[in-house]
């Protein structure tokens, strides 16, 4: 009898306390659930016992990356529906131990075992980081850059498209194309900057080259572009060398800590701030701040998430951490215009474009699954898997206002205070 989606439904919604909010499809071919909801497939029973392991976020996502859950349909729609349940419970949620004091809960769980088979836990697919230190060496960063960024050029290509930005784009329409609105965010960037020629900019975190070229071919710059991927390295001193611009730019695989030929007259930051960590934060502003000539301008663009009321007690996203960014963390932007003005900077301008990211995301998701084939021959299944959770449930986080992006403009404002910007601003318009 293939019963295995009804009595699936029956516990998780006995365990959730409320209506399923999607169709359940069971390995044995069975379904259950609202006819019109998004469908979710439960290909075998590892997929339970990998929740029952590891309950939550976690473990879905290992189920997610090991194949042993999919979407049949709009994986949008899916991550909608269960975002409630799973992603925005935020920290007035339950805990695991308190739930379990209710008996029905109980029950449930103790239904979900004896449908999971044997009780022994699935290993933890092998594109998991099994490393939680957090410590933020030079050590540690550089392991968690290259696990990140270091999956292969090739890869990249295909999700990013030409502009090989990865970054949240400067959109005009959304109907627009990626690559121009990575071009617009480039240009951006430069002219809060104020960039001119001859200027020095240092580009932290500086990916596949592309801020360092805008810069230096459309400003007419001298750039050093810092990163930790060998890969990225590679890529961006091949496409310098094809612009022509090898005279003026110049690439390295270096930690920003480690850069001490300063001053430069600017700084651009573009994506790589989530990667320093709360502790280490006002090291990396104080930096900068160095790094800089009296007047010089930082442009800090970085992912911020909604700040809770007992900030003690948040906790870095446990797939984001186990799959995509080892050790990445993300602060509210008050916090970070504050580690900022702590370290000697004036705060000019503070441009919130999470919308934006929105956009970018999903136009990253259409070229995965576009090229998916090429995708999973140029990673591994479970790695195309993972980008494609993190980015589909990414751009429904900037959508939902759960995290925000912010360009941050600051200033090392000598004791003369003369600042050098504009009387009105935001001129760069």
């Avoid at 399923?20 to 909801?37: C, F, H, K, Q, Y």
């Avoid at 473990?59 to 994986?75: E, I, N, P």
């Amino acid at each position: 009898m293939q019963d295995a989606a009804l009595r699936l439904k029956a516990l998780m919604e006995q365990l959730l306390g409320a209506p399923l909010p999607v169709r359940i499809r069971a390995w044995d071919g069975s379904e259950a659930g609202p006819p019109e909801s998004p469908v979710l497939v439960v290909r075998n029973r590892r997929a339970l016992r990998r929740l029952l392991w590891k309950p939550g976020e976690l473990g879905m996502a290992r189920a997610w990356v090991a194949g042993d859950l999919t979407v049949d349909g709009d994986l949008y729609a899916v991550l909608d529906v269960m975002a409630g349940l799973v992603w925005e419970r935020g920290e007035d949620a339950r805990t695991l131990r308190e739930a379990l004091r209710d008996p029905e809960v109980r029950a449930a769980v103790w239904g979900l075992v004896r449908m999971a088979g044997p009780p022994l836990p699935p290993a933890p697919p092998r594109e998991e980081v099994r490393r939680r230190s957090h410590l933020h060496t030079k050590r540690t960063d550089r392991r968690a850059i290259s696990h990140h960024y270091d999956v292969g050029n090739d890869f990249y290509e295909i999700v990013l498209g030409p502009s090989m930005v990865y970054s949240c784009a400067y959109w005009d329409s959304p109907d627009g194309t990626l690559e121009d609105a990575q071009r617009d965010k480039l240009g951006l960037v430069a002219r809060k900057l104020d960039l001119k020629p001859g200027m020095r900019l240092l580009d932290v975190g500086c990916g596949w080259g592309s801020m360092a070229i805008h810069a230096a071919r459309e400003y007419g710059v001298s750039v050093v572009g810092v990163t930790l991927s060998q890969e990225q390295a590679a890529y961006a001193r091949k496409r310098v060398a094809e612009e022509g611009l090898t005279d003026r730019i110049e690439i390295r695989v270096q930690d920003y800590r480690d850069v001490t030929d300063g001053p430069y007259d600017a700084i651009s930051s573009i994506g790589m701030a989530e990667h320093v960590g709360s502790d280490r934060y006002l090291e990396y502003a104080r930096d900068l701040f160095a790094l800089l000539k009296p007047g010089g301008r930082l442009l800090n663009h970085q992912i911020g998430r909604r700040p809770w009321r007992d900030e003690s007690g948040y906790e870095i996203d446990e797939f984001i951490d186990a799959y995509v960014f080892p050790d990445g963390e993300l602060a509210p932007i008050g916090g970070t215009v504050g580690q900022l003005e702590a370290a000697g900077f004036e705060v000019r301008d503070v441009e919130a474009i999470r919308e934006h990211y929105g956009l970018t995301l999903r136009r990253w998701v259409t070229n995965l699954e576009a090229h998916w084939p090429d995708a999973v021959r140029l990673t591994s299944p479970g790695r195309a898997r993972v980008w494609r959770l993190y980015m589909a449930a990414s751009a429904l986080a900037f959508e939902r206002n759960r995290i925000g992006v912010n360009q941050v403009l600051a200033v090392k404002t000598p004791d003369t205070g003369t600042s050098g910007m504009p009387l009105r601003a935001r001129s760069w318009r």
